[in-house]
Structures are given as structure tokens and as C-alpha cells.
């Protein structure tokens, strides 16, 4: 048998840019890749799914819960900040807003704030 091991499972970031469409769990929508960067919640209701553990994009939780949008942030650099929690363990995670995101949630979301 010989061993065919490739040295790119080894890298190790800060950040694993993982894009791959999904289908939402909570709305059903299909969500096509996004160019430049990373799909982690859904186009129409924003709802997220808990699947990075430490690092974004590790995809190593188990926990796998759908993620409720509650908040929206306003970041100087980033742009708009959408902050996810957890279902069930309710941990917190900001995900960026994506360029195809339904802005009437956006809107919704910011009105919790009053941005
Ligand atoms: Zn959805
Ligand atoms: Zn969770």
C-alpha cells in the first residue's frame, strides 16, 4: 500500500475561508457560493448553523444547531456585522454581511439597535 499524503491538511490559519453553497435549514432557500468571501448564513433569513468550533471555518463543532440572527453591528472597516447565537448551547458568533443578503431583514435586524 502506498501512502498518498499531501502536506495541505497541515496549514494551519487564524481563518479557513471554506465557501460552498448549502441549503438554509430554516427556510429551505438554496444558498450559491459568494465571491470573496465565506457563505455562513443564509441569503433570505439570515439564520446561520453552528458548525466552527474555535477557529471560523474549522467546521469542527458537533454542536451543528441552527444559529437565530440577534443583532447587527456596525464595523468601521467591515461593514455591517451580523451576530448569530446558538439555538442550543447559545454561543455567539459575528459573521459579515454578505452582498446578496435580503436587506428588508437587514433593516429588521438594525432596528433591534437602532443603528
Ligand atoms: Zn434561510
Ligand atoms: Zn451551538
Known amino acids: 500500500m502506498s501512502e498518498t499524503t499531501t502536506n495541505s491538511m497541515n496549514k494551519r490559519k487564524n481563518f479557513i ?3 460552498q453553497g448549502f441549503v438554509c435549514e430554516n427556510c429551505g432557500e438554496a444558498n450559491p457560493p459568494v465571491k ?3 457563505r ?3 441569503r433570505k433569513c439570515l439564520y446561520s448553523k453552528h458548525v466552527d468550533d474555535k477557529i471560523p471555518g474549522d467546521r469542527k463543532s458537533t454542536c451543528k444547531s441552527l444559529m437565530i440572527p440577534i443583532e447587527l453591528d456596525k464595523n468601521g472597516k467591515k461593514g455591517y456585522i451580523i451576530i448569530h447565537r446558538c ?3 447559545g454561543k455567539t458568533i459575528k459573521n459579515k454581511v454578505a452582498e446578496d443578503d435580503d436587506f428588508n431583514i ?3 435586524l438594525a432596528a433591534y439597535k437602532h443603528i
Open 40 to 42: 455562513n448564513h443564509c
Open 87 to 89: 439555538l442550543k448551547c
Open 17 to 19: 475561508l471554506v465557501n
Open 106 to 108: 437587514i433593516i429588521k
Open 36 to 38: 470573496g468571501t465565506c
